[in-house]
């Protein structure tokens, strides 16, 4: 954000919520079944591969250091333990790539911005690590690099630096990351698709989550097409991207409906949607 | 033992003469007691612990201080906002005392506002720290540059920035102009190195009609400007917290409670510091009991005023439909925390009620105690603001995370008082840390009252 830009347009520093039609032709998003999840965690180790994340280790793990983008988080329901799965219920964690970001905003030197595609990106280069931002977040997304894993704390050792990702940087100590939709995978269909003079096809790209998920519980791609995979998903379950509150929410009277937003409440307008899971009993 | 002819003790003696005044100020310039060096010493080994965590923290990374996620917070900044805090009281006793002529702050005024200086030269300290790249700090100014980057401006956290730097120039300011005539008396009694020293500082001050009256102007001006640049550093502080969606820090009274803790940690130093010079010093004269006697009841009445907007803070998220601060409340006076939130009341809330007292606020050692605690107890204040939201936020994953931080933070923690420490002293044999000129003053119309008393 330039003086000069501030100065022209002053309502460029409210960040109103978002509006139909603010990515009129590009807007990321994700619809997540947690019917299909089994928690197989393929989607945590794809992500790890794609994205250049070291590996900790056991004692920085139980630290609550691990830089996973994705987690899979385990609940525990007790009045389901019969279940074949005993009880244990998973949902994948990822960043929620919030239209009205609480970490955007509170970043000191405005690292973590909106992309025009409807991302939330964050600027390695210019972050300083305050750490406000995860301190803000809702869903605690945002990993830290506490060490300096390529260099001091050996987490790629000779010759596994020949696998890593030439697509996107290996982090730095001190600067925060976070899932970033594998955005240079993004980025490269784009470009293909404006060499080619059309639009990004729906499952052109995926991000290695959803590539790698064995039941397809991770559907990915553009909202804004309303024939995508995705965008139907959200039609059918009529969950809006610009609502806090849906109609399974409003109204009792469908049944059927499942998809909801992570703590919608606070409006960050998250653009995952998750899919509750149906019990066999349910059925 | 006369109990019938109880004389009321007097703020300072209307007797001593001024040559006197400058002889015993100007020797604590000199020779102290050995005690000074003592002190002295034990806040260089503090501040070198400090230094040796902090190298080895910017080497490694700031793994090394147990934050993690969702701890990203830790005592870094939970000490930032009790420097911030330790700041203020300077500011009460130096310019707003002297704005409602209240005189018996003169002789104790010059160290409370060097207080303020340190403390917030401290407080900058753990912004620095606290950074995953203190190397990249300028980032956060809102310095040109040719690629016109700007920082963001909706960041409480530049606010921040721009308000200490802001509160920090005028409180050296303050600081120095105040101190001008008595640079100009060591510039009269001093030989050597000194003697050009303080003619420099001394910004050849000849105490003539027109440069006191400047002088007058100048320094009720800032303080007049200092005043509410106090109450908005605190208030900023707070909107760090307040500005944010978190349970337990997203509450509207928080700027008022943070600038009464800061006041109220900012007395309790006020009196530590008090006793402490008044014994390496030999400053019995000038520091006298009738005004540790009226610095501890201020503190009281601070202390009511914080207890009063603690409770708000709780009676508001009690009541509020916020469920989630609720049960972050309640996970404060019942987790992992437990024990340090109620430290935390009972330190601030109820230890104050020896202060109502007399024989207590007479007796040294329970006052240094006294104060010691306080101060304790607002510094946990600040760790229970930061760190239990953490552990109980609005997402489950993050319930039940006890965190505990490591030998390092501790260590940095420990080394700033150290750094502070060391910055005061050096301060007190550099500076008269009694206000000669204002002594002076106070003895005069003291005199003048007693000759000629107003008509009642």
Request: aromatic share 14%.
């Amino acid at each position: 954000m330039s003086l000069e830009q501030t100065l022209n347009d002053w309502t460029q520093l409210r960040r109103t919520h978002p509006q139909p039609g603010s990515h009129p032709d590009l807007k990321w998003a994700m619809a997540i079944d947690l019917d299909a999840c089994t928690g197989c965690n393929a989607c945590v180790v794809a992500c790890y591969a794609e994205n250049n994340l070291p590996v900790v280790g056991k004692e920085k793990f139980a630290a609550g250091q691990a830089m996973h983008w994705i987690r899979v988080e385990r609940y525990w329901n007790e009045a389901d333990e019969n279940s074949p799965e005993q009880g244990a219920q998973f949902l994948p964690m990822l960043c929620q790539q919030c239209e009205a970001a609480p970490c955007e905003t509170v970043c000191p030197v405005g690292a973590t911005n909106h992309t025009a595609d409807g991302l939330n990106s964050q600027v390695y280069n210019r972050c300083i690590g305050s750490r406000y931002c995860s301190a803000n977040c809702p869903y605690k997304v945002r990993y830290f690099n506490w060490y300096n894993y390529p260099e001091q704390e050996k987490a790629w050792p000779a010759p596994l630096p020949m696998q890593l990702n030439p697509d996107l940087t290996v982090r730095t100590k001190g600067v925060m990351e976070k899932c970033t939709f594998c955005v240079q995978r993004l980025t490269d269909a784009k470009n293909t698709a404006r060499n080619e003079g059309r639009a990004v096809r729906d499952g052109e790209v995926l991000p290695a989550c959803a590539q790698a998920c064995p039941t397809s519980a991770i559907t990915f791609g553009n909202l804004s097409d309303p024939y995508s995979h995705v965008a139907q998903k959200w039609r059918l379950q009529r969950v809006e991207i610009n609502k806090d509150k849906q109609l399974k929410d409003i109204d009792e009277s469908h049944p059927g409906l499942r998809g909801y937003r992570i703590l919608e409440d606070l409006r960050p307008y998250p653009s995952i949607m998750y899919l509750e899971r149906v019990r066999d009993n349910q059925a | 033992m006369n109990s019938v002819t109880q004389v009321k003790e007097k703020d300072i003696r209307e007797d001593i003469a001024w040559a006197q005044i400058n002889r015993d100020v100007l020797k604590s310039l000199e020779r102290p007691r050995a005690t000074y060096w003592l002190l002295f010493a034990l806040c260089f080994a503090m501040f070198c612990v400090g230094v040796g965590c902090e190298t080895y923290q910017y080497q490694r990374g700031l793994g090394v201080s147990a934050m993690n996620n969702p701890d990203m917070w830790g005592l870094y900044i939970a000490t930032f906002i009790f420097w911030i805090g330790m700041s203020h009281s300077g500011t009460l006793l130096s310019a707003i005392l002297h704005i409602i002529h209240a005189d018996w702050r003169k002789p104790i005024y010059r160290f409370a506002e060097a207080m303020t200086t340190f403390s917030l030269l401290t407080a900058g300290l753990f912004v620095a720290v606290h950074l995953g790249r203190l190397w990249q700090i300028y980032y956060a100014l809102p310095y040109p540059n040719e690629r016109w980057v700007w920082p963001n401006f909706q960041s409480p956290l530049l606010w921040d920035a721009i308000a200490i730097f802001t509160y920090l120039s005028s409180s050296i300011l303050f600081l120095y102009i105040g101190a001008i005539p008595d640079f100009a008396i060591c510039r009269d009694n001093a030989t050597g190195w000194r003697k050009y020293f303080y003619s420099k500082l001394s910004l050849g001050w000849m105490g003539t009609d027109r440069q006191w009256r400047n002088f007058r102007v100048s320094y009720l001006t800032i303080a007049c400007f200092l005043i509410p640049l106090a109450v908005s550093v605190h208030s900023i502080v707070a909107s760090d917290f307040a500005m944010s969606q978190q349970p337990g820090w997203h509450i509207t009274s928080f700027p008022p409670y943070f600038v009464a803790g800061a006041l109220y940690s900012g007395c309790a130093a006020i009196i530590t510091l008090f006793i402490m010079l008044r014994y390496t010093f030999r400053f019995e004269e000038y520091m006298t009991m009738p005004i540790l006697d009226k610095i501890a009841r201020l503190t009281f009445a601070i202390a009511m005023v914080w207890t009063y907007l603690n409770l708000i803070e709780y009676s508001s998220v009690w009541y509020g439909a916020d469920t989630v601060a609720k049960e972050t409340l309640i996970q404060r006076a019942t987790g992992p925390y437990a024990f340090w939130w109620w430290s935390m009341n009972f330190l601030g809330s109820v230890l104050p009620f020896t202060l109502l007292f007399k024989k207590r606020r007479a007796n040294l050692t329970v006052m240094m105690i006294v104060s010691l605690l306080l101060n304790l107890g607002m510094w946990l204040e600040r760790w229970m603001i930061v760190t239990p939201t953490f552990s109980h936020g609005y997402y489950p994953w993050t319930w039940d995370h006890t965190f505990f931080p490591s030998l390092i933070q501790w260590g940095i923690v420990f080394g700033s008082f150290g750094w502070f420490g060391m910055l005061f002293m050096l301060f007190c044999k550099l500076v008269p840390s009694v206000s000669m000129y204002e002594v002076k003053e106070m003895v005069y119309h003291r005199k003048l009252a007693k000759i000629q008393p107003r008509e009642a």
